[in-house]
């Protein structure tokens, strides 16, 4: 089943703690990406990486780290965990074709819940 | 400052009836648009991009740089049609796409 996968599906945790959710495409693609859901359901893009390589970085606090051990996988590593973190986070990707990039291809979300 | 507006966060209409979702961007260049959509339960996935001007599943989006609008349409609404819909514009054609705040479509019947 070619896709976007993410784990955990749910993450309930507490404040303080540290926690990672893992993304794995099998699409191919040399880009992939973490986008940010608050609860009023604004999607922000969060993190780029190309092949490897950090290519977009918004701004977003130290404690979030993405890692990419290979251009299949990306993960997203999250340290001292706040109740503004709860939310839902998707990782995406893409190909790079001439004159851009095409379509996004997404995950399922991680819904993260900080107690 | 780039960024796309997506005015209504509920648009409910009947089935059959038209239906339009407004987009208007913010962006001095040459913009990529898209529209993504997510029905219930599923993934977000791509609708229809403007670099294409495609009909996708009956609906049609046509870029506007006077009014820096991309309003999507559908002329016959279907209740399968009921979803969360988002602009987006990739300003730097990275990949980076910048979201609109999302509209739930509710087609009724």
């Known amino acids: 089943d070619t896709a976007v996968s993410q784990t955990p599906k749910y993450l309930v945790t507490q404040m303080g703690n540290d926690k990672s959710i893992k993304c794995e495409q099998n699409l191919g693609h040399d880009t992939m990406y973490w986008y940010k859901q608050d609860s009023k359901k604004f999607l922000k893009i969060m993190f780029s990486?190309?092949?490897?390589?950090?290519?977009i970085n918004e701004t977003v606090p130290n404690r979030f780290s993405p890692k990419s051990p290979d251009k299949a996988h990306l993960n997203l590593h999250i340290n001292s965990l706040e109740l503004g973190d709860s939310a839902v986070y998707f990782c995406?990707?893409?190909?790079?074709?001439?004159?851009?990039?095409?379509?996004?291809?997404f995950g399922p979300g991680t819904r993260l819940t900080v107690l | 400052a780039q960024r796309v507006t997506q005015p209504e966060k509920l648009l409910s209409v009947f089935k059959g009836a038209p239906v339009e979702l407004k987009c208007n961007y913010s962006?001095?260049?040459?913009?990529?648009l898209f529209w993504y959509v997510q029905y219930s339960r599923q993934r977000l996935q791509l609708l229809l991009r403007?670099?294409s001007r495609e009909s996708i599943k009956g609906f049609t989006a046509d870029l506007n740089k006077g009014e820096t609008s991309f309003h999507l349409k559908k002329p016959f609404a279907q209740e399968e049609d009921s979803a969360m819909y988002y602009c987006a514009l990739d300003p730097s054609n990275t990949g980076k796409l910048i979201f609109g705040q999302g509209t739930t479509l509710q087609v009724k019947p």
């Open positions: 990486y190309n092949n490897k390589e950090l290519i």
């Open positions: 403007h670099i």
């Open positions: 962006y001095s260049g040459s913009p990529e």
């Open positions: 995406a990707s893409s190909q790079r074709v001439a004159g851009g990039v095409d379509e996004q291809f």
